[in-house]
């Protein structure tokens, strides 16, 4: 028996003929882009989460991009963001000509360190922007980043991208900022069958500012009153999503009986488990354990055919494409430490509980062989 480190086929299973029927409604509407569908997925989402409003875009990169433009960053603006988290955070805007700055992170969480964050706003005022990320589908602290935030005029962009669901002392992450950035990748809580992504606001402005730019920078067709791009989540994806929406407490309740269980059956070895703080509801869009015998496990599993992930083996600041940037190891050491430990068991809703148990039973064996 092999287990997989995603399962995307098998999750889907339950799923095929309402995802069918989803497919046909489309397909007979002759309205594939910008149609009814994506603006009533908008409404249901911004609704789930507890905003006003919801953009569908093209990916949770695009997501982010068209936020930060739309929260009025200008290029020479700084963002700050945590150094381990997927390079899409970073790179979403960098490449627009936003420079990024580092905080380092907290070890319970992997979020951001707000106590490290208040020393750099202190000395950094051109940073404009700070994106918190909800790494691995834990919350990051965010009354604190706000208090920081809001001390030095610093606005706040979610990033979401792996935390549907998940909860911030009793609030929907992705409601907390002045605006969100949710991915719909495949692999994610909430995922589509392609690329998609959506903004999250309760800001009319935003709001009208994103939905120009995710399309040409028009509000009227023909009249384009700033620059846009072309990145609109598309009908089938967003029917689709309709229809995933409705599933996502469940698998997110699935996913929380894995993580139990693998807790419950891994607690007694040298190995360091993901923690839930007691503010948050944790949604393991993936199960991060860590041991500093990381590489030799991933390839001892992977040799009783069970596939692990890691995310992320460099941190950012050490990328080749941000050298220019002057970061050296040792900048940030505790996001340096942790990419050298952390794996990434599999994960996912259809994940079987025979199938966690031999992943268990495979990690006590190398702790004690
Ligand atoms: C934390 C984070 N931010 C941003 C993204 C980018 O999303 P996408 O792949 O939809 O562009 C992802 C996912 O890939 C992510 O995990």
Redesign the pocket.
Known sequence: MQVKSFNLERDTVDLKEELRKAFEEVLYSGEYILGEQVKLFEEEFAHYVGVKHGVGVG???DA?RIAALSLGLEKGDKFVTTPN??V??VMSLSIMGFIPVFCDIELESYTMDPNQLEEILRKDSKIKLCIP?H?YGHPAKMDEIKEVCTKHEVLILE?A??AHGALYKGRKVGSIGDASAF???PTKNLGCYG?G?IILTSSKKVYDMALMLRNYGQREKHLHEIEGFNSRLDELQAAFLRKKLSYLDIHNEKRRHIAWLYKKELSDLPLLLPQEAEWAHHVYHLFVVRTERRDELLSYLRDQGIYTLIHYPLPIHLQPAYKSLGYAPGDFPKAEKVSSEILSLPMYPSLKEDEVLKVCYAIRKFFLQ
Request: aromatic share 16%.
């Open positions: 990916s949770g990169t982010l988290t997927y899409a955070t990320v790494l990033d991208c792996q991915s719909f990748y690329d992504g």
